[in-house]
């Protein structure tokens, strides 16, 4: 499989930000606007700099926030569960917004992790062009290896603006990812607590 991350790196590298400026002017004219009316005059500057803050996850290592873990956890063995973490992403296919929730749960091995790093791991992730199921994936993924954990569990429900807005305008459709690793792929009763403890 292609590194998403090494591509858009080079990409990153090519583009400079005069080219992305010039680029969404080009699409305000595309969509019958004049980009040198007094309102637009600073827009296409204003859309880069928050792409640049909406895609910031290509510039961070997810694992990293994993590797400042605490050893002494007094034998704590059972599951860490962090509900209720915002998600802001964007989905690859129409680069609308993906919005909604995710619940992380990790069984610690000898090491837990400060709480605000699972929320970072999920953050880093969701700043990238993403689907749903990758990005479930690749959260649990990181929190299982990158901590040497048990097992993770990663649910995630989220709006698809792309089909909330336009398309099928489905505005109460929820798209519900779950996926798990480790012990928690291997039990089903862990499964079942950990979706006992995510519903409200
Ligand atoms: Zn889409």
Do not use: W
Not at 48 to 73: C, H, I, M, R
Not at 77 to 96: F, G, P, R, T
Not at 147 to 172: F, P, W, Y
């Amino acid at each position: 499989m292609k590194n998403v991350t090494d591509i858009k790196y080079k990409i990153l590298e090519k583009i400079s930000k005069d080219e992305a400026e010039k680029a969404i002017a080009t699409i305000l004219k595309y969509i019958g606007e004049d980009p040198n009316r007094e309102g637009l005059l600073e827009t296409p500057k204003r859309v880069v700099k928050a792409f640049q803050e909406y895609f910031s996850g290509y510039l961070v290592n997810p694992d990293e926030f994993l590797e400042k873990t605490f050893g002494d956890v007094e034998g704590y063995d059972d599951m860490v569960i962090q509900k209720h973490i915002s998600i802001h992403s964007h989905c690859e296919h129409h680069m609308a917004p993906i919005v909604g929730v995710a619940h992380v749960a990790y069984i610690p091995a000898e090491k837990v992790v400060g709480l605000s790093k699972l929320a970072r791991v999920v953050d880093a992730y969701s700043r990238r062009l993403q689907t749903q199921e990758r990005l479930t994936m690749q959260i649990a993924n990181s929190i299982y290896k990158g901590l040497k954990s048990h097992g993770s569990a990663v649910s995630i429900d989220a709006e698809h603006q792309c089909m909330t807005t336009r398309g099928v305008l489905k505005e109460n459709a929820r798209t519900v990812t779950n996926y798990f690793t480790g012990s928690f792929r291997d039990s089903e009763n862990l499964q079942k607590r950990f979706l006992t403890y995510i519903k409200d």
